[in-house]
């Protein structure tokens, strides 16, 4: 592999070790994305959400484009400034779209410095937007402290749903929110069913172990905490006005 740029390093941090299972998590999950046609190239990524509609992933990218819309129009109505850290944010196409809200500055953080890399080339020029290569819960951001913390169809790689959440926020402003988007969360007699097609569904792809980085959590243990459900898939009315959008939106206060 090229080393990258030293000007790409430079605009990320790498406040704390990488571990050998941080690495072999990597190595899988990139592999898998390759497989999946989801590696884009910097023509690709600047434009996301926006893709070709020939693209195989058109259906899955029109459902993303509507949820950040969602998430941008939210927090922009707050009409602050604000600290954001996505959790889990890949190539950073999404953290790219919450800094151009006014007034933000946004931390893109993950594990994953494949994509990071390609993210901090990419947006360079974004004066706002930060890389951090690390995993939260390894307690790199230190006593840093968030007003929104956004974890988008990234929660379904922390084997520990309640844990998780409570370390986001710990790491949330006294009246801070924790934001989960783009993951399905199921009731207790779907999980078995849910693990089996990841089994079948990774197996067939070719990486049969990357089930073992994938977790289904349940909606139950939701209950814990101050929650709401700002967007619910499949009500009647969705359906009835043809929104098909499967993922619930969880917003949970410290």
Not at 39 to 51: G, H, K, M, Q, S
Request: charged content about 25%; proline content about 6%.
């Amino acid at each position: 592999m090229p080393l990258p740029d030293s000007s790409i390093l430079t605009n990320i941090q790498v406040p704390g070790p990488i571990t050998p299972a941080d690495m072999l998590f990597e190595k899988k999950y990139v592999f898998t994305r390759s497989l999946e046609s989801r590696i884009y190239t910097d023509a690709e990524l600047i434009r996301l959400p926006e893709v070709d509609v020939e693209h195989c992933h058109y259906k899955e990218w029109m459902i993303r484009k509507r949820s950040v819309r969602r998430l941008t129009a939210y927090l922009a109505a707050k009409r602050r400034p604000l600290e954001i850290l996505e959790i889990g944010c890949g190539n950073g196409w999404l953290s790219h779209q919450l800094a151009g809200i006014p007034g933000t500055e946004v931390t893109a953080m993950d594990i994953n410095f494949t994509e990071l890399q390609q993210g901090a080339r990419v947006f360079s020029d974004d004066p706002n937007l930060h890389f951090v290569q690390g995993d939260i819960r390894s307690g790199v951001l230190a006593d840093s402290l968030f007003d929104c913390i956004l974890l988008a169809a990234s929660i379904q790689y922390f084997p520990s749903l309640k844990k998780t959440i409570y370390k986001c926020l710990s790491q949330l402003t006294p009246d801070g929110e924790l934001h989960i988007m783009d993951t399905i969360f199921y009731q207790p007699w779907e999980i078995a069913e849910a693990r089996q097609r990841t089994t079948a569904y990774y197996t067939a792809l070719g990486c049969p172990e990357m089930a073992d980085f994938y977790f289904h959590h349940c909606a139950n243990e939701l209950q814990s905490f101050h929650h709401e459900v700002k967007f619910k898939p499949h009500t009647l009315l969705k359906k009835l006005i043809g929104i098909r959008d499967p993922f619930p939106w969880v917003l949970i206060r410290k």
